[in-house]
């Protein structure tokens, strides 16, 4: 067997396999396979616990008492009635709050307030009291008996005005102003690119605030042990060990006291990022003598006032064009509105598009001035691409409003100024690194597969019937396996963020690996056994998985930033190539050989070429476990390692923001046509195609799920989802009449292709895939809309394109 060192692993003494043929067996037989996913016979049958399944003696269930307005202060709350109602067992407000919690951390600093509201509601569904009582209808019934008065206050409902009214009322007091960051960052001669082009194109684009909606809603379940100070949180959470670090600095606990348990959840996409309501329930069970509070968050709830809320922004922005189609410059002006504070980390979605800023073009020169407005709007949370997803529908639109001034197809404006095969490793103006790629090659297979020339003559025939017939071609690049120093421009230092797994036999030669993410249907475990079952020539049934809880699992992040394909790869190679050091080192003792001569192959250790020198790796791991008297003396007897495995190489920012920080940068491009109707302005998907370059696919079945799942994410947001509200901050979206998801009907099954460049700074050479398609689908649809209302001289700039405000575009345009 040949094992790689790859670039990024030069500090770490382990070697993980780069490529899939590194590894030590004749054939692979489940990696890069579409096997099935071994988490869904436990899903299908219902056999899974998820949060709200769980029941624990002595609990309670916790009722949120949620502000109605946007901007007020609390003058007085009265809970006598409350607390006289048979079943109520403790209230908490902000009075407890400020006994027993301080604000969190938030990025930028000191945006964030307490778990409930102690002197003013800054948003409307703000917490501001809870109760916690025998059922949870009790509880509703108690929040009824709750007297709050309020003064009123004005509210900060527009971003502009928030940023430059001096005299205008403030969210935060003490802040001084509305304005969360200010910053432009610079990277090149952006004057002199803008001053020697031959056009200039600008326009002003607006992506209105929308987000996650998963399966399930946040819920969690707290216990404080009153003698020891210990919390122990049992969630569906997202990030365990950063939402478990986070609430010791809230709650102000020890870190080796708060253990949270992470229960498999429906889908997260960023929405299951909700801390206070675990700082709630922490404070009621404090309150309630350590009884177990539960908590579960209802729909309207998760609508109004959870973590499902991002991208609520407004652009300018332009490019510099040569008059052969060459771009030499990009500018975007960005004000994002955050809404009431930082607790979201919605910021983080304005600093990540530093990663992949220019696109997949060679882009010389760029300019990002950023703006982060705070209002009295719901606090604005990650979301499923993290930021890229808007500005790549800015950058696109561009694209496309140049092919048209330059009569260029769009696809070959893009062709024209794609990155080069031989350009990789390629660093953008704004600092990240791109590992590898062939963008043309990409491109042309999409094309192929959609017969993109026929699609265009088409097109000339339905405009001929007056049809408004449209053909999108669509790119962008998906930064993947993140990493906090992409976050220091607004604040989160840090740089290395280790993913880790416990690899370990037992004495029958079956395998347990144990790691700290949960279950949230990335089909990780999945892959985890796929790794363990070829590395050492076992089935797949012989390998489990167990996620830990945050005190005894490996280091660990969790699901994130398009990272677990990669790092979970990372850790559990490791801890093989740890495990099989100490097997060979048996098996050498037990040949009478220098360990040098012995090698894994196919689940045998041995020597090559002696039949006589062969040991299953069964049988080693069973003599390490049961014959310890036969081991060398100097060796560990557990057949198992620990491996925490994080990608060397990324470096801080500096006074620009430039990094290297995000591992790898996966490439698509998409083709897409429309139809709009006249009468309407609906528009109709009637195609779609993508190739994608994802590196070394790892599992094809999961990433095309991963595929188009977020192809149907990319079609909502560029059609139908958006959180409204009125001048006073008062949200208009409290349920899914009237908040509107793509269904099946509005989804087509993509055509799908791929292109393969393994990244060589990988293990295996994959790359991040896990947020896919919405880097590119909006971008891709509002640019065949375009191209059909391109006739009538008019364009789209606003997502989504929702029918009414394409049947504004048609009335504006006389048809």
């Known amino acids: 067997m040949t094992t790689t060192t790859s670039t990024t692993q030069t500090k770490q003494t382990t070697a993980i396999p780069n490529k899939i043929e590194d590894l030590p067996t004749s054939e692979v037989r489940f990696i890069g396979k579409a096997v099935p996913r071994v988490e869904d016979p436990a899903l299908i049958t219902g056999e899974v616990e998820f949060i709200d399944n769980v029941s624990l003696p002595g609990m309670l269930h916790c009722a949120i008492l949620r502000s109605p307005l946007a901007h007020a202060k609390i003058e007085s709350i009265n809970l006598d009635e409350a607390l006289a109602l048979p079943g109520v067992i ?9 006994k027993w919690s301080s604000p969190p951390m938030t990025m930028p600093e000191g945006w ?65 102003n509305n304005i969360m960051l200010k910053r432009t960052f610079t990277w090149g001669e952006v004057d002199a690119a803008f001053a020697e082009a031959d056009h200039i194109i600008e326009q002003t684009f607006r992506w209105n605030r929308m987000g ?15 003698r020891s100070l210990e919390l122990v949180i ?35 996409f960023g929405g299951k990022g909700l801390p206070r309501g675990i700082d709630i329930t922490a404070l009621l069970s404090r309150k309630a003598r350590g009884r177990p509070i539960k908590w579960i968050e209802d729909r309207i709830e998760y609508l109004i006032g959870g973590a499902g809320q991002a991208w609520d922004r407004h652009y300018e922005a332009s490019l510099a064009v040569k008059a052969d189609g060459t771009f030499t410059g990009f500018r975007v002006k960005l004000v994002d509105d955050i809404g009431a504070n930082g607790e979201g980390y919605g910021s983080i979605s304005a600093a990540k598009v530093l990663t992949c800023f220019t696109g997949p073009y060679t882009i010389g020169t760029a300019e990002y001035d950023l703006t982060l407005a705070c209002t009295n709007k719901v606090p604005a949370h990650p979301y499923r691409g993290m930021g890229p997803p808007p500005q790549n529908f800015v950058l696109e639109s561009l694209v496309d409003m140049a092919a048209r001034k330059l009569e260029i197809d769009p696809a070959e ?42 699609l265009r003559e088409e097109q000339t025939q339905a405009r001929e019937q007056g049809r408004l017939v449209g053909i999108g071609v669509g790119t962008a690049i998906e930064p993947g396996v993140m990493d906090p120093n992409a ?14 797994a416990t690899v370990a036999f037992d004495v029958m030669g079956n395998v347990t690996v144990r790691v700290g993410f949960s279950l949230e249907g990335q089909g990780q475990y999945t892959l985890i056994t796929q790794l363990v079952a070829d590395y050492f020539g076992l089935e797949m049934a012989n390998i489990s998985v167990l996620c830990l809880d945050t005190q005894t699992a490996p280091p660990h992040f969790g699901p994130g930033g398009s990272r677990l394909g990669v790092a979970i790869t990372g850790a559990v190679l490791g801890a093989c190539e740890r495990i099989k050091t100490k097997m060979i080192t048996v098996a050498a003792g037990v040949f009478q050989s220098p360990p040098e001569a012995l090698q894994l192959h196919d689940g045998i250790i041995g020597i090559p070429g002696v039949e006589q020198a062969q040991l ?54 998409h083709i897409v046509t429309v139809e709009i109707d006249r009468r309407t302005g609906a528009t109709e998907i009637t195609g779609y195609w993508v190739v994608d370059d994802c590196g070394t696919r790892l599992n094809p079945a999961t990433l095309e799920g991963q595929l188009q799942g977020s192809i149907a994410q990319g079609i909502g947001a560029a059609l139908l989802e958006e959180y409204l509200y009125d001048d006073e901050c008062q949200p208009l979206v409290t349920n899914y009449m009237n908040y509107l998801m793509p269904t099946a009907s509005d989804v087509p099954l993509a055509v799908k292709g791929e292109i393969v460049t393994p990244s060589p700074f990988t293990p295996l ?9 919405i880097h590119t689908t909006p971008a891709t649809i509002l640019c065949a809309i375009n191209d059909a209302l391109a006739p009538l001289g008019k364009q789209a700039t606003e997502v989504p394109a929702s029918p009414m405000r394409i049947w504004n575009l048609l009335r504006e345009a006389g048809d």
């Open 765 to 773: 050479g994959a790359k991040g895939c896990g947020e896919g398609a």
């Open 90 to 98: 403790a209230i908490v407000t902000g009075d407890d709050a400020l």
């Open 234 to 268: 049992r969630a569906s959470i997202q990030a365990p060990n950063f939402t478990a670090l986070a609430r010791c600095g809230v709650l102000g606990l020890p870190s080796n006291k708060v253990r949270l348990i992470t229960y498999p959840h429906g889908g997260s």
């Open 616 to 669: 299953p790796v069964s049988a080693i791991a069973g003599m390490m476990l049961g014959r310890s008297d036969l081991l060398p003396p100097e060796i560990d007897p557990r057949p198992e390692a620990t491996y925490a495995w994080t990608a060397a190489g990324r470096t801080e920012p500096d006074d620009q923001g430039r990094a290297k920080s995000y591992l790898t940068a996966a490439q698509s491009v």
């Open 487 to 500: 976050y220091s421009i607004i604040g989160m230092p840090g740089i290395g963020q280790p993913e880790g």
């Open 112 to 176: 964030g307030d307490l778990p409930l509201a102690a002197h003013k509601v800054r948003f409307v569904g703000e917490p501001l009291a809870a109760v916690a009582a025998t059922s949870r209808y009790i509880a509703e019934d108690a929040l009824e008996l709750i007297d709050v008065d309020y003064e009123v206050l004005e509210v900060v409902s527009d971003p502009f005005k928030a940023i430059l009214d001096d005299d205008g009322p403030l969210v935060f007091e003490e802040r001084g």
């Open 413 to 454: 404006i893009r062709r024209k100024n794609f990155i080069q095969p031989e350009q990789f490793p390629y660093t953008i103006p704004s600092g990240n690194e791109y590992d590898s790629g062939d963008y043309e090659a990409v491109l042309d297979k999409v094309l192929e597969m959609a017969n993109y020339q026929k």
């Open 212 to 226: 996650a909606n998963p399966t399930e809603t946040f819920g969690c379940i707290t216990e404080w042990n009153p």
